[in-house]
DNA sequence: GCCAACGTTGGC
DNA sequence: GCCAACGTTGGC
C-alpha cells in the first residue's frame, strides 16, 4: 500500500465538511491537473492512505487522515456545463479527469502546522514534497518513513 | 493583497 | 518544438 497527502481548501472542503459527509466519504472531484490526475487514477489503491491538508488558509497544515475506499474512476463535473470545473474536452466516453473516493479516518486534535513541519525539511522529513519551495501539486506521494514521522508529530 | 512559482495554451 | 502570455496556487 502507499501514502500520500491530498490538499483541500478549508473553505472549499474543509475535514469538518469530510466528516459532515454521509458516512463520512467524499469523492475528490475537481482536480484538473495530469499529474494529480495520473495518481488518482493509476496508482492509488482501496487502503491507501492519505493526510488531509488544509491548504490556503490561516493554519495551512496537515489535519487528519483519510483512507481511499474506492479507486480511480471518471470525474462527472468534468461533464457538467454548469459544474464550475466544467471541461468540454473530457467526454463521457474518453474522460479526461479521474477522482477516487475517501473516507475521514481520523481527525487530529490539533493541525500539524505547515510551520512545525518545516522544522523537520532538513532532518527526517527531507524530501517531503509539500516543503519543496514552489510546491503546488494537490496530490503527492509520502513516504513510510515520512508518515511514520508525521504521525508521532500528531 | 502581494507575488513567486508553476502548469497550460497557443502562435509561430 | 520553442517560448511568451496567461491563469492558478498557496504561503505570507
Known amino acids: 500500500m502507499s501514502y500520500w497527502l491530498m490538499k483541500s481548501?478549508?473553505?472549499?472542503?474543509?475535514?469538518?465538511?469530510?466528516?459532515?459527509?454521509p458516512r463520512k466519504t467524499t469523492s475528490w472531484d475537481g482536480v484538473r491537473n495530469f499529474q494529480a490526475r495520473?495518481?488518482?487514477?493509476?496508482r492509488m489503491k482501496v487502503g491507501d492512505l492519505a493526510f488531509f491538508y488544509h491548504?490556503?488558509?490561516?493554519e495551512p497544515g496537515i489535519v487528519g487522515v483519510v483512507k481511499i475506499v474506492r479507486e480511480g474512476y471518471p470525474d462527472p463535473t468534468a461533464f457538467d456545463r454548469n459544474d464550475?470545473?466544467?471541461?468540454?474536452?473530457?467526454?463521457?466516453?474518453?474522460?479526461?479527469?479521474?477522482m477516487v473516493d475517501v473516507q475521514l479516518q481520523r481527525k487530529f486534535p490539533h493541525t500539524i502546522s505547515l510551520t512545525s513541519l518545516k522544522k523537520h525539511a532538513d532532518?527526517?522529513?527531507k524530501g517531503l514534497?509539500?516543503?519543496q519551495r514552489g510546491n503546488r501539486l494537490?496530490?503527492?506521494?509520502?513516504?513510510?518513513?515520512h508518515w511514520k514521522f508525521i504521525l508521532d508529530l500528531a
Open 9 to 21: 481548501e478549508p473553505v472549499t472542503f474543509g475535514i469538518d465538511a469530510l466528516a459532515a459527509s
Open 38 to 42: 495520473n495518481f488518482m487514477r493509476d
Open 55 to 58: 491548504s490556503n488558509c490561516d
Open 84 to 98: 464550475a470545473h466544467y471541461d468540454p474536452d473530457s467526454k463521457p466516453d474518453n474522460p479526461r479527469w479521474y
Open 123 to 125: 532532518g527526517k522529513l
Open 129 to 131: 514534497a509539500v516543503l
Open 138 to 145: 494537490s496530490i503527492t506521494p509520502v513516504s513510510a518513513a
